[in-house]
């Protein structure tokens, strides 16, 4: 490297200097941004991530291998799928919860700790030391806590030993306070933000799941950004290094950016096209529809499971196990076959730029033929979660048929010593152990019968004819009852309207 280059480039470029012997500062700079020199980190997966032993596409059912492959043949997607940030590694966590006097309706703070010490467990190497309540004032304000408050926090960080990061249990910590409280405590500072990204990262199997992640890792590079020039500045004005391209050096990283930005929007705008296909040729099919949706870790993976037999799924004790929208095919007791998707599950305070980030994966629920709520009805914060779910739902803008026929479950019955169905309409379960199932399956038919239109008729056919078969193909038939005297059958159906209006047009009654 040239030895007039300014401190600040050496130091911005020491990651992917040594990978090119064709140096030269724009160049690397736009390397620095781009995934493509750390691909091998990307595909061993980064230190710090419990990565699920088997693939999402590994033994699913044939529709969800053949989409999930359709959206997979994108090989122009492979440069911008970066690692992002470096690989935090493994962590010893203290988790600081800052308890704010709300009026409004919300978790205790014992149980908003659980949940924040649930989201460390779920990553591999991440341990927590200790856990800390204090109560604030003004969470908004720049260090959060007073000065009492925040002497008192110092103390106790300083004597927990090999300490090496405080997660702050709020949605977004800004920069400047994250740097300053860095700084006092001599450890990383991590926000539920940057934590759950961090979840996704490693969860997400596919490649739209993991262009959502560089998507949302965009705020995180900037604000890196800012800090790092902000520092060099202060030491010798460095940022205002005028680059070959005529910008300054901050000038052109923006640049650089923005353009990394726009192309992931675009090729994410394109698989959604792709995915928009594939619903329509499952239309096509007819298939009906079930999005089986949630809070994390109330049971979606394990009950989509059961009813599909789907050898292929993996539930797992963890928070977000569950990042790419899957189908799988199963039969109701009327024989109609349906595709179950299983969905991202919720959180309270998910950031709101991850949950747009995942906004075209949601368009998959818009739509689908009926939405299952799933309750883990165990968790003591179940009521809790359930109006944050149906929150989030309408804020989905979803079709008001879809909000006002939810399929309501109450999973995990067997962890309740007696359980009370205090809600008639909801269906109790245990996903696990198979109970319910059956009850769960007919709810299910008989609303999904009458949310997609379909109709059940029994219609006399010559068995001598093509009829019987033109059913077999295009509807479900549930039972033939045969009279060999005359050679014709009367055959129950289920055939939505439009089948039904196709089979009077090829076989006048
Ligand atoms: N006891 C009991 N455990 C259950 C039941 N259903 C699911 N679980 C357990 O709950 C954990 C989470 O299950 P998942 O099916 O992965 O939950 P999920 O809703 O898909 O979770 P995410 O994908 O992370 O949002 C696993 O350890 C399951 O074995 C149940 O009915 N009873
Ligand atoms: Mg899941």
Not at 25 to 38: A, D, F, I, M, T
Request: proline share 6%.
């Amino acid at each position: 490297m040239g030895s007039r280059l300014p401190q600040l480039l050496r130091r911005g470029l020491r990651i992917a200097a040594p990978l090119l012997p064709d140096y030269s500062p724009e160049l690397c700079c736009r390397r620095l941004l781009s995934p493509v020199c750390h691909t091998r980190a990307l595909r061993t997966g980064a230190p710090g991530c419990r990565f699920p032993d088997g693939g999402f596409q590994r033994g699913l059912g044939k529709e969800n291998g053949e989409e999930n492959a359709a959206l997979e043949e994108m090989p122009e997607l492979e440069e911008l799928l970066a690692p992002g940030p470096p690989p935090l590694g493994a962590q010893r966590v203290c988790v600081v919860h800052p308890k704010s006097p709300s009026k409004l309706p919300r978790s205790t703070a014992e149980l908003q700790v659980a949940e924040a010490v649930a989201l460390i467990n779920s990553l591999q190497n991440w341990t927590v030391l200790d856990t800390v309540i204090l109560s604030t004032k003004a969470p908004d304000r720049k260090l959060i806590f007073g000065k009492g408050n925040l002497q008192l926090l110092t103390e106790k960080i300083k004597e927990l030993p090999h300490l090496t990061a405080v997660f702050m249990n709020v949605e977004r910590l800004s920069p400047v306070t994250k740097k300053e409280l860095e700084e006092a405590w001599g450890v990383k500072v991590f926000d539920r933000y940057t934590v759950v990204l961090h979840i996704f990262r490693c969860n997400a199997r596919t490649k739209e799941a993991k262009l959502q992640i560089a998507l949302a890792e965009i705020p995180l590079l900037r604000t890196n950004l800012r800090n790092e020039v902000s520092q060099l500045d202060q030491q010798r004005g460095g940022s205002r290094y005028i680059m070959g391209s005529g910008e300054t050096f901050m000038e052109m990283q923006h640049r650089l950016l923005k353009e990394k930005e726009l192309k992931i929007r675009n090729a994410l705008e394109k698989l959604k096209r792709k995915r928009r296909l594939l619903r329509t040729e499952r239309r096509k099919r007819e298939f009906p529809i079930i999005s089986v949706m949630g809070y994390t870790n109330c049971g979606k993976t394990t009950l989509i499971k059961a009813l599909t037999g789907d050898s292929g799924l993996q539930p797992r004790d963890q928070l977000f196990a569950t990042l790419d929208i899957t189908a799988h095919a199963g039969h109701l007791p009327s024989n109609l076959e349906v595709l179950y998707v299983d969905t991202i599950g919720f959180l309270s305070q998910l950031p709101h730029d991850l949950i747009e980030s995942f906004s075209a994966t949601l368009e998959d629920v818009a739509c689908s033929d009926l939405i299952v709520h799933v309750r883990d009805v165990s968790h003591p914060e179940s009521t809790f979660q359930k109006a944050r779910v149906l929150s989030v739902l309408q804020n989905l803008n979803l079709p008001s048929h879809l909000l006002d026929s939810i399929v309501e479950v109450h999973n995990k019955v067997d962890l309740i010593e007696r359980y009370e169905p205090v809600e008639p309409n909801a269906i109790a379960i245990s996903a696990l152990l198979g109970h319910g199932l059956e009850d769960l399956k007919e709810e299910i038919d008989k609303t999904i019968l009458q949310a997609t239109g379909r109709n059940i008729l029994t219609v006399k056919v010559n068995l001598s004819g093509p009829q019987l078969s033109w059913l077999y193909k295009e509807a479900t038939v549930q039972e033939v009852d045969v009279m060999p005297e005359d050679g014709t059958a009367n055959v129950k159906v289920i055939i939505s309207n439009s089948a039904l209006g196709r089979y009077k047009k090829k076989f006048p009654w």
